[in-house]
């Protein structure tokens, strides 16, 4: 008498669960360092939001105009502008990044901050595809930047050792 024993592939659904589980410790980490943007907003988020949108008034952001050659009014962008705004800033980082000073970090770096806070006050109104390509966006300043400041320590490092 024999048996036949199949082999069961599991269930797709469970398989997804189980990577989605197994990401969440990561997920979680990113957010709390405020890395990720675009999801639910805490309540300080939405006060820092309206604190900047309001700050910055009805004038372009002198930041972000220095870089993408443009006088842009964030308190007035509109969700279908997001992406056009955020692909002409990190073409400017990409550009430029070589030849910045600390200063230029943290202005790219602010600018971004204005950029988000605007992209919080519209994200519902962008697809997802959109989203998306922003969310991918925001992770290459961040990688981008923190590229920068490992290549800066090994610079200082190699000059200490010569």
């Known amino acids: 008498m024999t048996t036949s024993r199949t082999f069961r592939l599991p269930d ?3 398989v997804l669960a189980g990577l ?7 997920a979680a980490q ?14 300080a988020a939405s006060r820092t939001a309206a604190s900047q949108s309001a700050k910055a008034g009805a004038n372009a ?11 842009v009014d964030l308190n007035r962008a509109t969700a279908d502008q997001m992406p056009d705004l955020y692909g002409r800033f990190i073409d400017a980082v990409r550009e430029q990044r070589r030849q910045w000073t600390e200063r230029d970090w943290t202005n790219a770096n602010d600018a971004l901050s204005r950029l988000n806070a605007r992209y919080e006050a519209v994200r519902t109104d962008i697809d997802m595809e959109d989203r998306l390509r922003i969310r991918s966006w925001q992770g290459e300043f961040r990688t981008l930047q923190g590229a920068r400041k490992v290549n800066q320590k090994l610079d200082e490092k190699n000059v200490n050792v010569k």
Do not use: N, W, Y
Request: charged share 15%; aromatic share 0%.
């Open 61 to 71: 952001d002198a930041g972000l105009a220095s870089l993408i050659k443009e006088g």
């Open 12 to 14: 797709s659904r469970l």
């Open 30 to 43: 990113a957010q709390q360092a405020g890395d990720l943007t675009g999801s639910r907003p805490s309540a």
């Open 20 to 26: 989605l589980l197994a990401a969440l410790p990561l």
